[in-house]
């Protein structure tokens, strides 16, 4: 049985990019895998083993709960969510310890894998994982709201979709004045923020971000953990002069035995990056 504890450490990881076992004999797939992994070799048990040992690193660190921000798989497909399931429940790690969200990845193979994935392979997981827009998922001390911003496209973009409706539920919730004293934190796979270059914001930004960063402008007590960058990022926003938006790099990218896990402090309704914990 779950049992609820004060919430002092968040374990942080992202972009597994897991591969299934069994891959389909079309050759038009197995293209489509090559194009997604370029310059990643397509190691099945190579990429398990990088979660397993994300995982493993996890729980070592003392974080009483884990956030994997998206691109858990590498095309979306039912066999690879299975894969990727089946390293969780290895790990051991109760379920309602672990947030789950979507990436641009996830959403590869159908409109609707990530649906099909959280009543299937991830049902388990399913209750403290991205599901329904403005979903809450409250936890002593902090109150994490998952979001999709999954989309499906062409394997030639990567970007993300914060929609109308999720942003006005987003604000829903963080405007509710039982949060105002709590650590509010956004997960979600794509950085809130825009590209630089407009053509590169089609290819690869957040749809929607705008609205997104002014929602953060607005509510200074609201953080962001994310993923996609494949790199650790701190940013600052606003102008109390914290980081509020943090990214974590990908478990995909981790050398041989070298496991990566962004590890972040609940301090006063405040998150504060305690570093990274390799083992």
Same mark, same amino acid.
């Given at each position: 049985?779950f049992?609820?504890?004060?919430?002092r450490?968040?374990?942080?990881?992202?972009?597994?990019?897991?591969l299934?076992?069994?891959?389909?004999?079309?050759? +038009?797939?197995?293209? $489509?895998?090559?194009? #997604?992994?370029?310059?990643?070799?397509?190691? %099945? !048990?190579? /990429?398990?083993?990088?979660?397993?040992?994300?995982?493993?690193?996890?729980?070592?660190?003392?974080?009483?709960?884990?956030?994997?921000?998206?691109?858990?798989?590498?095309?979306g497909?039912?066999?690879?969510?299975?894969?990727?399931?089946?390293s969780?429940?290895?790990?051991?790690?109760?379920?309602?310890?672990?947030?789950?969200?979507?990436?641009?990845?996830?959403?590869?193979?159908?409109?609707?894998?990530?649906?099909k994935?959280?009543?299937g392979?991830?049902?388990?997981?399913?209750?403290?994982s991205?599901?329904?827009?403005?979903?809450?998922?409250?936890?002593?001390?902090?109150?994490?709201?998952?979001?999709?911003?999954?989309?499906?496209? +062409?394997?030639?973009r $990567?970007?993300?979709? #914060?929609?109308?409706?999720?942003?006005e539920? %987003? !604000?829903? /919730?963080?405007?509710?004045?039982?949060l105002?004293?709590?650590?509010?934190?956004?997960?979600?796979?794509?950085?809130?923020?825009?590209h630089?270059?407009?053509?590169?914001?089609?290819?690869?930004?957040?749809?929607?971000?705008t609205?997104?960063?002014?929602?953060?402008r607005?509510?200074?007590?609201?953080?962001?953990?994310h993923?996609?960058?494949?790199?650790?990022?701190?940013?600052?926003?606003?102008?109390?002069?914290?980081?509020?938006?943090f990214?974590?790099?990908?478990?995909?990218?981790?050398?041989?035995n070298?496991?990566?896990?962004?590890?972040y402090?609940?301090?006063?309704?405040?998150?504060?990056?305690?570093?990274?914990?390799?083992?």
């Open positions: 049985m049992e609820s504890k004060a919430i450490r968040i374990a942080h990881i992202s972009d597994v990019h897991m299934e076992s069994r891959r389909r004999s079309a050759a +038009s797939y197995e293209m $489509s895998l090559r194009f #997604l992994s370029f310059g990643r070799s397509l190691d %099945v !048990e190579g /990429r398990a083993q990088k979660l397993g040992r994300a995982l493993k690193a996890a729980k070592q660190s003392g974080a009483q709960h884990f956030v994997i921000s998206g691109d858990l798989t590498e095309i497909t039912t066999e690879q969510y299975e894969a990727f399931a089946q969780l429940d290895e790990s051991k790690i109760e379920p309602e310890r672990i947030t789950l969200v979507p990436g641009n990845h996830d959403a590869y193979a159908a409109p609707d894998a990530w649906k994935a959280m009543k392979p991830l049902r388990a997981y399913r209750g403290a991205a599901d329904e827009p403005g979903k809450v998922v409250e936890r002593e001390g902090v109150v994490f709201l998952p979001i999709d911003v999954a989309c499906h496209q +062409s394997i030639a $990567s970007a993300g979709e #914060l929609t109308d409706a999720a942003a539920a %987003v !604000e829903r /919730r963080i405007e509710d004045p039982a105002r004293d709590r650590a509010v934190v956004l997960v979600q796979h794509h950085p809130p923020y825009a630089a270059r407009s053509a590169w914001q089609w290819i690869d930004g957040l749809r929607g971000c609205r997104l960063m002014e929602i953060l607005k509510n200074s007590h609201v953080q962001v953990l993923g996609h960058l494949h790199d650790v990022v701190d940013r600052i926003v606003g102008g109390l002069g914290k980081s509020r938006v990214g974590a790099p990908a478990v995909v990218d981790d050398k041989e070298v496991p990566r896990v962004r590890l402090d609940v301090k006063n309704g405040w998150l504060e990056s305690a570093g990274m914990f390799a083992h």
